[in-house]
T-cell receptor, first 109, second 113 residues
Framework: GQNIDQPTEMTATEGAIVQINCTYQ??????LFWYQQHAGEAPTFLSY??LDGLEEKGRFSSFLSRSKGYSYLLLKELQMKDSASYLC??????????WGAGTKLIIKP | DAMVIQNPRYQVTQFGKPVTLSCSQT?????MYWYQQKSSQAPKLLFH???????NEADTPDNFQSRRPNTSFCFLDIRSPGLGDAAMYLC????????????FGAGSRLTVL
């Protein structure tokens, strides 16, 4: 079956670094997306990885290892506005998106 | 600004009373999607359109219908809402199928009394 696993909730301190992990099992693989979703709002696109390695975009970086079925989202210099849910989604061989339930990130002062 | 707009943002209905949610886009994207998302859960794809070609997910209940009269607009009709249909309904678009980024609307939160 197809499955995405990510932690339900994480807590971090303002100014610190946090890593949100995502493991996946899908039928084929056409890339992995990370979206940010603030409470009561729509998801917004953060990153897309299809090749192994690290993609850096400002304070946010995303890593992919296809052989391990593993990705992480790294957030640096955390700000209070980063409090949100972070959704991992993979695209299978039919280009169907398989979504994780999201990781709720709580930032404390 | 090009965007995806959903109306209404908040909808309250009574059990069994039909509801229509609308979505419009100025991105001229070919693909439009309707997702249902319940609290702390993954978005669940209900339907998608590639242009006017309609694709229904196998496990989408018959209670849910959709229309796309033109490229810009898409509607979600819930014929007889039940308590279990209370959720956030997200409309999204993408330029094409394949590995394209989805652009989401702000969502319509449905409450069923």
């Amino acid at each position: 079956g197809q499955n995405i696993d990510q932690p339900t909730e994480m807590t971090a301190t303002e100014g610190a670094i946090v890593q949100i992990n995502c493991t996946y099992q899908t039928s084929g693989f056409n890339g992995l997306f990370w979206y940010q979703q603030h409470a009561g709002e729509a998801p917004t696109f953060l990153s897309y990885n299809v090749l192994d390695g690290l993609e850096e975009k400002g304070r946010f970086s995303s890593f992919l290892s296809r052989s391990k079925g593993y990705s992480y989202l790294l957030l640096k210099e955390l700000q209070m506005k980063d409090s949100a849910s972070y959704l991992c989604a993979t695209m299978d061989s039919n280009y169907q998106l398989i979504w994780g339930a999201g990781t709720k990130l709580i930032i404390k002062p | 600004d090009a965007m995806v707009i959903q109306n209404p943002r908040y909808q309250v209905t009574q059990f069994g009373k039909p509801v229509t949610l609308s979505c419009s886009q100025t991105l001229n994207h070919n693909v439009m999607y309707w997702y249902q998302q319940k609290s702390s859960q993954a978005p669940k794809l209900l339907f998608h359109y590639y242009d006017k070609d309609f694709n229904n997910e196998a496990d989408t209940p018959d209670n849910f219908q959709s229309r796309r009269p033109n490229t810009s607009f898409c509607f979600l009709d819930i014929r007889s809402p039940g308590l279990g249909d209370a959720a956030m309904y997200l409309c999204a678009t993408s330029r094409d199928t394949g590995a394209n980024v989805l652009t989401f609307g702000a969502g319509s939160r449905l409450t069923v009394l």
